[in-house]
């Protein structure tokens, strides 16, 4: 028994002792002398959120380490990235259902637009350089090497036994750039045809191709990863997509249709996310940075068109416009574009419906 007692006045001892310490390291903290654990991490790392449709990948990828050197250098704060990549869609209504990122790229101006509406992005977003664009493309098609079907422009793809692939525009950005070339594609012959743009017309012609299709999936790039493993004879994708691949050795023919869309994607700042982090001054040199020549040509590499005009210029031989290129005011605008092809009783619906 007194061995016991002796044993536990020893404990009891040991945790006087120890309550001591802690509250002497408390107390420094307090006066001034505080742990370099509990400095505010701001203060040398700031964690920045990046939420990307997937296609931006592999160039965003490239970005990161060159921004994170650069900010190093300009403010001594070394940046940690955590990355989401998403079909745009996607993408847009995670972030808009609680996935916190603090800065955004998207396929498309309308998935902003939602985050906008969701309260999370300040509505003068546009207001920024190139109208809140980072990058742009075009829609292309690609087939495989040597162009066995002889494929040149959209109405090759409603001939009998094409098999076409491009992604479902009910979750991807990319596959409603591809939807607004197709269907741009049947207005721009229409009015060749009739003097004026005629959309029953070119609704008849989506509907066409579309009874080609093969495969409607999540994404742009899951879909050029059903084409590389084999499905489809062609498949309606964004210029960038296909030059990546074939830079990395893919044996594809590039098709630049003669009527088709120039692709614009947005990048914006989540402001309810960077406000409640306290990340808004790196998240908006990150969004600056990625407009800057160095940003761009990177892009460039990638295959993107740069907005950047000096350095689209240094590029222009390797991304030339097709005769009938047109840009989404052609269509009315991504307002009118929303609610005229992709509202629920919207022309692209009634294709799908088949009415």
């Not at 098999?163 to 070339?181: E, H, M």
């Not at 830079?247 to 249709?257: F, R, S, T």
Request: with cysteine.
């Amino acid at each position: 028994m007194k061995q016991k007692n002796s044993w536990s006045l020893r404990l009891l001892a040991g945790v006087l002792v120890l309550s001591m310490l802690l509250s002497g390291c408390s107390n420094a903290g307090e006066s001034g002398t505080q742990p370099a654990s509990a400095a505010p991490a701001a203060d040398g790392e700031v964690t920045l959120v990046i939420g990307a449709y997937s296609v931006a990948k592999d160039a965003v990828g490239e970005i990161l380490p060159e921004f994170q050197q650069y900010w190093k250098q300009k403010t001594g704060q070394n940046v940690r990235f955590q990355e989401s990549y998403e079909a745009s869609g996607t993408q847009a209504r995670a972030i808009a259902g609680g996935f916190e990122a603090d800065v955004t790229i998207l396929s498309l101006e309308g998935d902003v637009d939602k985050l906008v509406k969701a309260g999370l992005v300040n509505k003068d977003w546009k207001e920024a350089p190139y109208q809140g664009m980072v990058t742009r493309s075009i829609v292309v098609l690609g087939t495989r090497k040597g162009n066995p079907l002889g494929i040149h422009q959209f109405q090759d793809l409603a001939r009998p036994g094409v098999k076409v692939l491009y992604p479902n525009p009910k979750t991807s950005g990319g596959a409603q750039w591809d939807i607004n070339a197709i269907y741009g594609a049947g207005l721009k012959q229409s009015e060749r045809e009739e003097g004026q743009k005629d959309p029953s017309a070119a609704k008849a012609f989506l509907e066409a191709v579309h009874q080609n299709i093969e495969s409607l999936d999540k994404s742009g790039r899951a879909s050029m990863a059903a084409f590389e493993y084999g499905v489809g004879d062609v498949i309606v994708t964004y210029e960038n997509e296909l030059l990546a691949r074939m830079a990395k050795g893919a044996q594809y023919d590039l098709v630049v249709p003669d009527d088709t869309i120039l692709i614009e994607n947005p990048a914006a700042v989540v402001d309810s996310y960077v406000d409640k982090h306290g990340t808004r001054k790196v998240a908006e040199a990150f969004l600056d940075y990625l407009r800057t020549p160095e940003a761009q040509e990177i892009f460039a590499k990638h295959g993107f068109r740069p907005v950047d005009e000096q350095v689209m210029k240094a590029h222009r031989s390797e991304y030339p416009d097709p005769p009938g290129l047109f840009d989404i005011q052609y269509l009315g605008g991504w307002s009118e574009v929303r609610s005229s092809l992709y509202s629920k009783r919207g022309i692209w619906y009634q294709v799908l419906a088949g009415i």
